[in-house]
């Protein structure tokens, strides 16, 4: 078991995966954290990168980055997420700025399993995608 207590993992009869996701995320005995789909919002609660989904993806991700780190935990550490698109038009950056990111956020060059879905709208029209997360917590 890795430090952070969570493996990713490809099991050799499933089919590979179709991005930068693993399969099955396995996870040492411990607390679980369930973190809220976190949005394009600054410390204050204002809005971020305002119809610019590239922008939006990193301050969700260093909003999900904040959390971690409150829960003394990493993004190592993390067992799922799911990520909500507001328009299959924003695949394609989706896959370009999570190549981009995710080799910082995770060196090991594993990835945790991700849902990926495309829904009509988020609570504010302002907000192109949401993340959530559940996140193994170190004893």
């Given at each position: 078991?890795?430090?952070?207590?969570?493996?990713?993992?490809?099991?050799?009869?499933?089919p590979?995966?179709?991005?930068?996701?693993?399969?099955?995320a396995?996870?040492?005995?411990?607390?679980?954290?369930?973190?809220?789909?976190?949005?394009?919002?600054?410390?204050?609660?204002?809005?971020?990168?305002v119809?610019?989904?590239?922008?939006q993806?990193?301050?969700?991700?260093?909003?999900?980055?904040?959390?971690?780190?409150?829960?003394?935990?990493?993004?190592e550490?993390?067992?799922?997420?799911?990520?909500?698109?507001?328009?299959?038009?924003?695949?394609?950056?989706?896959?370009r700025?999570?190549?981009?990111?995710?080799?910082?956020l995770?060196?090991?060059?594993?990835?945790?399993?991700?849902?990926?879905?495309?829904?009509?709208?988020?609570?504010?029209?302002?907000f192109?995608?949401?993340?959530?997360?559940i996140?193994?917590?170190?004893?």
């Amino acid at each position: 078991m890795s430090k952070s207590g969570v493996v990713y993992v490809n099991p050799a009869s499933a089919p590979p995966p179709q991005g930068m996701y693993s399969h099955v995320a396995r996870v040492a005995p411990g607390e679980l954290a369930f973190i809220a789909g976190q949005v394009a919002i600054d410390a204050n609660g204002n809005p971020v990168g305002v119809g610019d989904f590239a922008v939006q993806v990193g301050q969700v991700f260093d909003n999900l980055g904040t959390i971690l780190k409150e829960l003394g935990s990493e993004f190592e550490a993390v067992v799922q997420f799911t990520t909500f698109l507001t328009s299959a038009d924003f695949i394609p950056i989706w896959m370009r700025e999570r190549a981009a990111l995710f080799p910082k956020l995770f060196p090991g060059g594993k990835y945790p399993p991700n849902t990926l879905l495309v829904i009509e709208r988020l609570v504010k029209p302002q907000f192109l995608l949401e993340v959530e997360a559940i996140a193994r917590i170190p004893s």
